[in-house]
């Protein structure tokens, strides 16, 4: 139900013609219940811009089924479908994800699967299995688990290609 009474709109009576068409106009349109054009077009244009803030303190847990972008301050248990999440420094989010750009420089500990880039910043902390098409890791951040490239391979298959078994290069003085 639709919360309008449309037979008490249609008993209005405005003090202007013009406003009473008006008002009839709209009574015909809520009562067809055709989705608006307009409306369904701006629905989809907040969809693509979604953005949910967990704020600091706050605790969330169940299941993101679908949002564009997700910023982690507080603690979330959940599993997650996003375009892009970004877990703050005091942030902690613990769960199963599915997303395009994973960004953490506070706690992550589950699974992810990225189908963009992994980045692990200084002082974040990811526990847990990943799939991912490229990472970047900053000086102090912390990795445990599996780590597999979305082609398949994973990271200690890199780790011996032949230029690996090369010597350090000493600096010349």
Sequence with gaps: MSGINIAALSSL???RGTAQ???SGEVDKISQNKPNP???????????QSILSVGNGV???GKIVEAGQIIIHGSVTADINATSIT???DGFLEGSVKTCELSISGNFKGLAEVSGT??????GIFEGDVTYSSITVEQGAIISGTLTIARGKTNTE???HPMSNLPPKTPKI
Aim: overall charge positive; proline content about 3%; glycine content about 4%.
């Design 21 to 23: 068409k008006a008002v």
């Design 13 to 15: 009576k405005p003090t």
């Design 87 to 89: 877990v703050e420094s």
């Design 38 to 48: 307009e409306i369904t077009e701006s629905l989809r244009s907040q969809k693509a």
């Design 158 to 160: 890199l780790i011996d």
């Design 118 to 123: 992994l980045n692990l910043q200084n002082g």
């Design 59 to 61: 605790i969330l847990k």
